[in-house]
T-cell receptor, first 111, second 112 residues
Framework: KQEVTQIPAALSVPEGENLVLNCSFT??????LQWFRQDPGKGLTSLLL?????REQTSGRLNASLDKSSGRSTLYIAASQPGDSATYLC??????????FGQGTRLTINP | DTAVSQTPKYLVTQMGNDKSIKCEQN?????MYWYKQDSKKFLKIMFS???????INETVPNRFSPKSPDKAHLNLHINSLELGDSAVYFC???????????FGQGTRLTVV
């Protein structure tokens, strides 16, 4: 059974810092991996989809990496801003149709 | 312009009632999903439909019945609501296996 873990559960950093969010999964037989952000009381916003054959995917200040063999993905956020404050969720596609989620990292960027 | 929209956004109801949540996507996707986010913020899949056909039913109680009248709509009907059904329910869609999923804003269901 696939389990996805995100560490740390919460992170608070000053504005302008670069930071890394971690995601690990127990079964390396995944298809693709997707990162989302969730703002309080809101839905999920897709940030990046990284395919199982890729090692990296970039979108603006965000860079996601994937190492299937070690069961890890990281989300790098450059030059953090207060607007980046949200919960970041990692999810892996297991069995093609099904996303298995981690419990998220709650990120606070302090002005 | 909302890509995946759910109604209602909030739903408060008494135990034993029957309620429905509606979902529509205008992205032209073939696959739609229902996910449940519990009080600990943990998201878990409930159902998946591909072009109106049920693909995944993740051991959800029979009181939950999804219905897809066409590939742009996936509704969730819940019978005999229980306190434990209180959660946020998210609808999502994508083009098919392993493709980028897009989520609605969620429906916060509170059973009292």
């Amino acid at each position: 059974k696939q389990e996805v873990t995100q560490i740390p559960a919460a992170l608070s950093v000053p504005e302008g810092e670069n930071l890394v969010l971690n995601c690990s999964f127990t079964d390396s037989a995944i298809y693709n991996l997707q990162w989302f952000r969730q703002d309080p009381g809101k839905g999920l916003t897709s940030l990046l989809l990284i395919q199982s054959s890729q090692r990296e995917q970039t979108s603006g200040r965000l860079n996601a990496s994937l190492d299937k063999s070690s069961g890890r993905s990281t989300l790098y956020i450059a030059a953090s801003q207060p607007g980046d404050s949200a919960t970041y969720l990692c999810a892996v596609y297991q069995g093609a149709q099904k996303l298995v989620f981690g419990q998220g990292t709650r990120l606070t960027i302090n002005p | 312009d909302t890509a995946v929209s759910q109604t209602p956004k909030y739903l408060v109801t008494q135990m034993g009632n029957d309620k429905s949540i509606k979902c529509e996507q205008n992205l032209g996707h073939d696959t739609m999903y229902w996910y449940k986010q519990d009080s600990k913020k943990f998201l878990k899949i409930m159902f998946s439909y591909n072009n109106k056909e049920l693909i995944i039913n993740e051991t959800v109680p029979n009181r939950f019945s999804p219905k897809s009248p066409d590939k742009a709509h996936l509704n969730l009907h819940i019978n005999s609501l229980e306190l434990g059904d209180s959660a946020v329910y998210f609808c999502a869609s994508n083009h098919g296996p392993n493709t980028e999923a897009f989520f609605g804003q969620g429906t916060r269901l509170t059973v009292v």
